[in-house]
């Protein structure tokens, strides 16, 4: 049996530190321990892209994906993944990613944690030009990458809304275009990697943000937008499922629900999104 459709997974925090977007390292262990003892696998950007030009996943498969790069997925996201071998992709915003040796790690006993931020002071932190308090270092992205956990592509350079803050949409573009290319410049400099994948801030695109990805040469597009990703799935429009705090009940139903196509068609109509 193959997968007849693809739940892609969105995470931003996986911590204790309590706040917004935030799941408990005790929720996401049930959750992984869940998924490994079930034999699920996940999916790597290679595989996505491979579902929708018609190579077939097995039929237990998720992806997951986590927005923004925080520090509390390294220090607690990245040892789990591997406990249980893994795979997720971290969509990293490269201008707030930082230099210095990877920290130390709590669960393989070094001492010295860093101290985790919940997201509202992180949000803050970043805000005043201190985001290394708040994001994951180069060293600790090639840690995690040489581990095999994680994979990483662009969630822009900035993490800027252009169309906030642009006085017409050929500046918004023009901006756009300008971080687009500084952040795959950036992932090309730093991990040798040609990166294709993009995740949008706040979920937000419009027709002109698509036009400007495409022609920085992205070609795989990922939305905040409910839903599973079906093989005949638009690669401009990926869904992504929000995980919430809860324990491997929630979570499982949640996976069945949207790896069955007709399911999620039928929830969707229910829920009205
Ligand atoms: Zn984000």
Known sequence: MTASALPILMYHHVSPAPGLVTVTPKNFVAQMAWLAANDYHTASCADLEGFLQGRPLPQRTVMITFDDGYLDNYVHAFPILRQYGLHAVIFAVTDWIGDGAARPHPVAGESGAPLLLN???CTERIREGRADEAIVRWSEVECMRAAGSFEFQSHTASHTRWDKISGNAAEKSTAL??????SRETLRQR????????CWPQGYFDADYLSVARDQGFTHLYTTTPGSLRPDGDANKLPRIVVKD??????SSRIHLYSSPFLARWYGRLKGI
Do not use: S
Request: proline residues 0%.
């Open 119 to 121: 997201h509202n002071a």
């Open 177 to 182: 275009g300008r971080d687009l290319e500084r």
């Open 191 to 198: 991990l040798g990697m040609l990166g294709t994948h993009l």
């Open 246 to 251: 809860k324990g491997a009940a929630w979570f």
